[in-house]
């Protein structure tokens, strides 16, 4: 038990600062509202009515952020890759490259639709 009594303290602290935040924050916060901040759209501008059918909606701001996710988890699995590759060989190359070539070709596809383009 000894040993999980930093851990156990350090949990405590942070659920106390939590609930510290939370509870100061309501107490401090202002509570003025009004319609721009009750309304489901919170950034104040009237939102502009959709077609009966549902309007296009620009999707290349989730494509960038899916491909950055995607290349930073790619990152994550190479990094202990690189470490190790002394010792992996020709297996880790072959590894290395397998990882590689689906975000290669999710990243060309991307690149071929224009999705890296901004208008």
């Known amino acids: 038990m000894e040993l999980y009594t930093p851990v156990l303290a350090l949990a405590a602290l942070a659920a106390g ?5 939370i509870a100061v924050s309501a107490f401090t916060g202002p509570a003025r509202a009004n319609r721009a901040k009750l309304d ?5 501008i009237e939102p502009t009515p959709q077609p009966v059918g549902g309007g296009r909606f620009p999707v290349r701001y989730y494509i960038t952020a899916m491909m950055f996710i995607i290349f930073d988890i790619e990152i994550v699995f190479l990094y202990p890759i690189a470490v190790a590759f ?3 060989a020709l297996f880790g190359l ?5 990882f590689i070539i689906p ?3 999710a990243y060309t596809y991307v690149w ?3 999705g890296l383009e901004w208008d």
């Not at 600062?17 to 935040?21: G, H, K, L, Q, R």
């Open 17 to 21: 600062f939590a609930i510290f935040s």
């Open 40 to 44: 489901s759209y919170e950034c104040g």
């Open 86 to 88: 002394d010792q992996m």
């Open 94 to 98: 072959i590894e290395m490259v397998l």
């Open 103 to 105: 975000v290669f070709v």
């Open 112 to 114: 071929k639709r224009g």
